[in-house]
């Protein structure tokens, strides 16, 4: 059955950093011939409201049946494609309108422990990899986010959305109940939003679904700060090991690598402004004020500000360390000008007490 007919599904994600760059316009060139693809679109908001700045590409996966704690459901795969490098899978399972509390919080429980989806999402990933081959540059250390969104055209408001979010059966504290409920969410009678750390329910009346497209925007922004991040700490263990190897040369070798280094740190402080300045353009929430809350508190609670915080200071060490070898070449070079004008100095008295002897 197709899976458009249920009001009420489970979208598990697996959001991951496969390239630096991926040219979305090649990546429809290639991929529209052979599935169904289409660029993302919010359905509610005017053009303005919300700038997406390059829409990701979505490309159908296709549908199937799993068995999932020990039932079968409707499956039906998608991936998102981004301009930054970032693929985003995701699997919608299917629920049927009669499906009761308990079964819905034990398959949230079920899809929390298990690792029997992983294969399927790797698969996938193979899938769009090997498709992209011709826009993909070559892969890099893959970093990858999971999440669940429940979500529902149909919602029981007798339900805890609590223990599905937190995938637990047993009992949770009102301290556990009023901090997951923290971040909740509502502009009508028709809709309700509850965002944590690793899992949101999302209840529309209409079906729309720009609220999850919304919340995956903050995961691949988290994910894109995650990677740019672990590239800066690299990075910056391979500038003390560099400078420390520098060091132990001849002043002339010294200077040398110093200049390299430095050229290399301008060169990654360039790459990491222009594209963490990608990151924050990605999506702008300009006139929308529902949206812009939601939006704003996904990337609260995914932390991005910490992400960007710890980036920002890494820069600095970075800057810092480019500015100490500057200081160094500058003084050296300092130097012998001094030493050269010595030089002439002692060379024109040489010369001059040579013509008088002479």
Known sequence: MNISSFKNSVWVYRI????????????????????????MRLSRVRPKSIHIGNPPVTVDLGSR?????????????????????????????????????????DLSVFLYNTDELEPLFDNYL?????????????????????FVIYFFGKWDSSWNPVPILLAEKEPVSEQTEQE?????????????TVVTWDS??????????????????????LLELRYYDSILSTELDR?????????????WTRLRQYRRIMKNLMELVIDIA???????????????VFYARVYGAALSIF??????????HKVKLIQGNYAMLSDEVINHRSMLLEVAIVALFVFEVILTLVEKLF
């Open 180 to 192: 997951t409920m923290k971040n909740i969410f509502s502009y009508s009678p028709g809709d309700l």
């Open 274 to 288: 222009v594209t963490t300045e990608r990151i924050q353009k990605q999506l702008k929430v300009t006139e929308d």
């Open 65 to 105: 049946e799993l068995y999932l704690n020990g039932e079968p459901y409707p499956v039906t795969a998608s991936a998102r494609i981004y301009d930054l490098g970032v693929v985003s899978l995701v699997l919608k399972i299917g629920l049927t309108e009669d499906i009761n509390y308990e079964k819905l919080r």
């Open 16 to 39: 991951f950093e496969i390239t630096d760059e991926i040219d979305l316009r090649n990546v429809e060139r290639v991929l529209s011939p052979e599935k169904p693809t289409s660029r």
């Open 200 to 221: 949101a329910l999302v209840y529309d009346s209409e079906g729309s679904t720009d609220i999850p497209d919304l919340i995956e925007f903050a995961i691949t922004q």
């Open 126 to 146: 193979e899938i769009i990899k090997k498709s992209l081959h011709i826009t993909v540059s070559e892969p890099i250390e893959e970093f990858m986010e999971d």
């Open 239 to 251: 500038m003390y090991d560099l400078i420390e190897m520098a060091d132990k040369e001849g002043w």
């Open 303 to 312: 932390r991005t500000r910490e992400w960007t915080d710890s980036i920002q």
